[in-house]
DNA sequence: TAAATCGTAACCACTGTAGTTGCAATTAAA
DNA sequence: TTTAATTGCAACTACAGTGGTTACGATTTA
């Protein structure tokens, strides 16, 4: 349903740069990882940094590294971070038909509430915990 | 980011089918209801039968009704009926990295997780439920 | 001054969605 | 038996979102 797959590519890059001490990453060396183009990185990295997760520095030696520790960054701070709409699309029904009328409203609400109970789950996992699952104890210097 | 609106529009005719008293209504009526083409509508209704959610009868008086009580329709068999893939779409990183080789397994569990975490609101929530809300009493004979 | 990097705009290709037309099959009514 | 209303489905178009790519000015270090 989602076609976009902005959130999984913010989550890698929150997790690399999460392993790379501080240090500035290019987005040159994170689009290897992620296995796509600079640009797109650099797209996501800048949803990224006017959330607060990062921050990033232009010339030689520049990138991207993370503003806030890992333990403090949850996959609903990348949602949010990347997210372009709600989860769910509303029709547009007849307002004069007494079922659709109301439709936006009822059905608005109740998606909101579904939606809510996933962003809950996602506010319970850091990208530490993650970083955890995917690599226990690894921290080498990804800097150039 | 769902860009599709088949869900809304799969709650949106079973609401309406749920006030039609297991008479036959027009996917003409519907769409009207639904402000779209009626060619849309069958599409929809097309994975509700599928699901067993309706039946449908072609003919003169031909049209969709419920196939199951209102009530025992949850939004998640609505949403399970048109969902075409998951709620979160994974990038493919590369493989040799470190990090981008576990990310799909590691990842894809967690946002599994947190879409789990939404069905289980949905499925709290049936047809009846969401039909009284939107018109507490109403039920019109709506066929033809 | 040169090289590496960023940020961003611009453009293209692909894909999914909704809208539309058309038509054979089915069913009820005249 | 014929006519009309309806379904199911295929095919086509238009539009929008996504990712990939190129390009270029600005910034920073060596």
């Not at 997790?15 to 501080?22: D, E, K, Y």
């Not at 520049?62 to 949850?74: N, P, Y």
């Amino acid at each position: 349903m989602s076609r976009s797959t902005s959130f999984a590519v913010a989550i890698h890059l929150l997790v690399v740069l999460s392993h790379a001490n501080r240090k500035f990453v290019s987005s040159e060396t994170l689009a290897a990882g992620v296995q796509t183009n600079p640009v797109v990185v650099r797209r996501v990295l800048a949803r990224l940094r006017n959330a607060g997760l990062v921050d990033s520095q232009p010339g030689v030696l520049g990138g991207s590294r993370l503003a806030v520790k890992a333990i403090d960054i949850s996959l609903l701070d990348a949602y949010r971070a990347v997210r372009t709409g709600s989860l769910f699309s509303l029709h547009t029904p007849a307002p004069d038909c007494p079922i659709g009328g109301r439709i936006p409203e009822v059905l608005g609400e109740n998606l909101a509430l579904a939606e809510e109970a996933m962003e809950e789950f996602l506010e319970e996992v850091s990208i530490e915990e993650l970083a955890g699952e995917i690599l226990p104890g690894y921290s080498d210097d990804l800097r150039h």
